[in-house]
DNA sequence: TTTACTTCACGTTAAATTGACGCAAACAAT
DNA sequence: ATTGTTTGCGTCAATTTAACGTGAAGTAAA
């Protein structure tokens, strides 16, 4: 048997689906490269694991340098291995997904992209590598995520409407979730908490501003979809 | 920047979490290492991804050799980023976890183990490296999967009871279901197919022997434990 | 200040599902 | 035949869900 460090091994990446809510809309970040391979293509942003890092520590790396962010909500989906996932020869990359409210961030094209920019998930561009299949497998995550974790209000601001909450459902599940159950759902589970305060500058009747309770738990409460694969 | 492979990668090993149900029991299969580090010490079978392997074929490599079995469930966990969890160096451990009925393979310890052996989930021994950890979620995982995604026939032989579904089911999730509410559950959703054939040789009432559906798809059912975690 | 229009907050009701049991037929052993 | 156990089917109350009603709060226009 050889010595531990004389394998050859490949190399490990991580790549980042960066979701973002406004608008109501539901949009992906991606980057434009500026190297090849897939010069001039739109990629997700992603980066090789050093040596001395957790997945984290290279995630965070990622969104500071290539992106501007930090302290955002991400969690690891999957680990892609196809052998001939990127040209430049053998390597795995582990996937990772994060929530953001993209009012609180500025997002900026580092040095290795051309540019940088949401796109409507509904709209996306031919994407290199593997990408688009990371992409669609962080997306069902996040569908079936949603459903029974709160998760929503790293998409919002601190304070919200449960109108905006409710349509933030809808645009995620893409489907049509009666306003007034969705309602009773999201207080009877104490999703979230009544601040007392009031949106101002509405058109119509002005709604309760809440905020996230943050005492509560995975599985309190189930927003069911019609037909959700 | 440097070219592409001289960059100083990190190992990637396979950690398999292996289950297998027999006598109203889920064990796991766990190996004696012959080596440092951690010999004589109990572990997760496991290996190192060589370069032109996919992880099921390393998965399967890790199951033929070390353990005689091919054809199995199989699926991938997570995967292990702690910069210490192995002290020979940074080593990323993707973790897959099996379904198996042991009535169809017999495990032999490879050449790399001292021994090998099934362990019952609730009666584990103290495990090397990070894989306690492993095997925690392992177990979590297979927990949350059963109660929506019907994987229980991968642990039981081809034809089976209801009654023998449902003690399955109450092994894995360590609550007791009604029996009469798991049966009616089960056929309502066409979890099963009654061959028509019954089991001889019972002490008692021969119950019906049924197959599984395979036209069955994902969340046609969900069988409700009090409290998950 | 009315009127019109929209959203918000809170109810109501029937249908569906769940949970907790009852019971008789099937079988082996006595 | 009698006994003891498992199996398969059924019942029913309690809970949850889905579908929808309505009046108050607000803005804008008449």
């Known amino acids: 048997m050889k010595p531990f460090h004389e394998y050859k091994n490949p190399s490990l990446a991580i790549d980042l689906v960066v979701f973002g809510y406004h608008d109501n809309t539901l949009s992906v970040l991606l980057l434009n490269r500026k190297e090849e391979p897939f010069k001039d293509c739109w990629t997700l942003p992603g980066g090789f694991l050093q040596m001395e890092e957790t997945f984290l520590d290279t995630c965070y790396r990622i969104l500071q340098t290539k992106l501007g962010m930090k302290e955002v909500f991400l969690e690891q989906l999957y680990s892609f291995d196809a052998v001939d996932r990127d040209p ?3 390597v795995i990359a582990v996937g990772y997904y994060a929530l953001i409210n993209p009012a609180k961030f500025s997002v900026v094209a580092g040095s290795m992209a051309n540019d940088v920019k949401w796109f409507n998930v509904r709209k996306m561009p031919v994407l290199g590598f593997d990408h688009k299949h ?12 949603i459903q029974y974790d709160p998760v929503g209000f790293e998409l919002l601001d601190e304070l919200f409407t449960i109108t905006e909450l409710h349509e933030l ?4 599940l893409q489907t049509t979730i009666d306003r007034r ?18 949106r101002e500058g509405l058109k119509n009747r002005h709604p309760e501003l809440y905020k996230f309770n943050k005492q509560l738990k995975k599985n309190s409460f189930q927003i069911n979809v019609p037909n959700e694969t």
């Open 181 to 198: 159950n969705f309602r009773r759902k999201i207080l009877d589970a104490a999703y979230v908490i009544n601040t007392g305060l009031k």
């Open 169 to 172: 459902y809808e645009c995620i």
């Open 88 to 90: 430049r020869g053998r």
């Open 134 to 145: 990371i992409f669609k497998q962080a997306l069902q995550r996040l569908r079936s995520k």
